[in-house]
């Protein structure tokens, strides 16, 4: 254990590695997982390093452990969804009937809500050995702790999931402590669905995300981050998005702002948007999704194939290609196009206006402006034109009264100070 006069350095320490590993995985929770179990393993197998981290060489030594654990994460997430992709998993199947199906959910969702309560560790070690099949003793290898310990955690795990089916078939409390050795599928068969268990286990894969994250873009700033299958996000600022990635689909609820989309083709796991109303199916391309509004959606295509669809439209879906944009508000027809200027140049610093309305204007630039702005109707059809870079968005607001016939003046609401644009 670090003295008391080395332990701030060993907490900096960690926090650093933390990031180091959060930017990799783009996840801090499974970041600090990854530290944890890179932490232990020091400590386990070279305890004269674990005395000295604060030393250039145990440094070192540690975020090599901690790169070739985030390297681990990675492949067993590929091992995930590649057995899962497997088509012999998902047989054609004749009509279900539909008290199955729910009950089906149901179970799933108290196996779901089983995991989730469980340590992250446990957790870990009860999917790598059921799901992964992988030995015992390369997971134990793993997490630095022996055999015995992972054996004791999957049947933890086993336990909790019986107990959660149990529960939620309403059976009497039954003993925590069961035989030891026992297989998943009699242990899923608890469920009595007249299913295999196995079609309960793959289902519950199926339905719930393999891996999952949210993403915002803070203030005024964008982001971008890697996804676990090399695809790329970028959000202009204040945008806000949840990605989850399931056996056989990847999807992206874009809650807020823009986003632009960088897929890598994978045709057993199509790449699914959806924002607000819209739907937009993709292969692999790059393309942009805007919501404007709370009913109104853009996309356009810089390059690839992408079909989009209104989820409360009986209407056709439309496909866009290269260069083309579609505006698509909910309950109205879509308004296709072609793309005049670069695709997204909010990535590089910059928005185009071409000869757009100040309001609309104003409501793209508000973004990235450290005060909140409305234009009044008076002013609200005044166009403008012209390239602005974001970092100077706020001066440029402040010299619309030199370009347009406006006034600018400060008024505070609910304790806030709001620039409001008037005609002049």
């Known amino acids: 254990m670090p003295s008391s006069?080395?332990?701030?350095?060993?907490?900096?320490?960690?926090?650093?590695?933390?990031?180091?590993?959060?930017?990799?995985?783009?996840?801090r929770q499974d970041a600090h997982d990854v530290v944890h179990d890179a932490w232990l393993r020091v400590a386990e197998r070279h305890p004269e390093l674990s005395q000295h981290l604060d030393s250039q060489a145990s440094r070192?030594?540690?975020?090599?452990?901690?790169?070739?654990?985030?390297?681990?994460?990675?492949?067993?997430?590929?091992?995930?969804?590649?057995?899962?992709?497997?088509?012999?998993?998902?047989?054609?199947?004749?009509?279900?009937?539909?008290?199955d199906t729910h009950c089906l959910r149901e179970a799933i969702a108290a196996v779901d809500q089983a995991l989730a309560t469980l340590p992250a560790r446990c957790r870990a070690m009860f999917l790598a050995d059921r799901l992964d099949g992988q030995p015992q003793a390369d997971i134990a290898s793993q997490h630095g702790v022996s055999v015995k310990t992972v054996e004791r955690e999957v049947q933890r795990a086993m336990d909790a999931?019986?107990?959660?089916?149990?529960?939620?078939?309403?059976?009497?409390?039954?003993?925590a402590q069961r035989p030891r050795r026992r297989a998943l599928s009699t242990l899923l068969s608890l469920?009595?669905?007249?299913?295999?268990?196995?079609?309960?286990?793959?289902?519950?894969?199926?339905?719930?995300?393999?891996?999952?994250?949210?993403?915002?873009?803070?203030?005024t700033e964008t982001l971008a981050q890697t996804l676990p299958d090399g695809s790329q996000l970028a959000l202009d600022a204040q945008g806000e998005a949840t990605v989850r990635y399931y056996a056989s689909l990847r999807h992206v609820q874009l809650l807020r702002g823009t986003a632009f989309?960088?897929?890598?083709?994978?045709?057993?796991?199509?790449?699914?948007?959806?924002?607000?109303?819209?739907?937009?199916?993709?292969?692999?391309?790059?393309?942009?999704?805007?919501?404007?509004?709370?009913?109104?959606?853009?996309?356009?295509?810089?390059?690839g194939h992408v079909r989009v669809e209104q989820a409360d439209s009986l209407r056709a879906p439309v496909e866009l290609r290269d260069g083309e944009c579609l505006r698509w508000r909910a309950g109205q027809a879509a308004q296709r196009g072609v793309v005049?200027?670069?695709?997204?140049?909010?990535?590089?610093?910059?928005i185009d206006l071409p000869h757009v309305p100040l309001d609309a204007a104003i409501a793209r630039l508000g973004h990235y402006c450290r005060q909140p702005i409305r234009v009044e109707p008076s002013a609200a059809l005044l166009?403008?034109?012209?390239?602005?870079?974001?970092?100077?968005?706020?001066?440029?607001?402040?010299?619309?009264?030199?370009?347009?016939?406006?006034?600018?003046?400060?008024?505070?609401?609910n304790g806030q100070d709001w620039i409001v644009i008037t005609r002049a």
């Open 5 to 27: 006069s080395t332990l701030p350095a060993a907490i900096a320490n960690y926090r650093a590695l933390v990031g180091f590993v959060t930017r990799k995985l783009g996840n």
């Open 60 to 99: 070192a030594y540690l975020y090599a452990v901690a790169e070739n654990l985030v390297i681990d994460h990675f492949r067993r997430h590929q091992r995930q969804r590649d057995a899962l992709r497997d088509p012999v998993l998902w047989p054609q199947q004749t009509e279900r009937d539909i008290t």
């Open 161 to 175: 999931i019986e107990q959660a089916l149990h529960r939620w078939r309403g059976d009497p409390a039954r003993p």
């Open 191 to 219: 469920a009595g669905l007249g299913l295999g268990s196995g079609a309960l286990w793959t289902a519950w894969q199926r339905w719930v995300p393999q891996w999952q994250m949210e993403v915002a873009a803070r203030g």
């Open 261 to 303: 989309f960088h897929v890598q083709r994978n045709t057993q796991a199509p790449f699914v948007v959806e924002a607000g109303s819209a739907r937009i199916t993709v292969l692999g391309t790059r393309f942009e999704v805007a919501l404007e509004g709370a009913d109104t959606v853009r996309v356009t295509v810089e390059h």
């Open 340 to 350: 005049t200027g670069d695709v997204a140049l909010w990535r590089t610093g910059w």
């Open 383 to 413: 166009h403008v034109f012209g390239r602005v870079q974001i970092s100077q968005a706020q001066e440029w607001v402040q010299l619309l009264p030199n370009i347009l016939p406006v006034r600018l003046r400060t008024q505070t609401e």
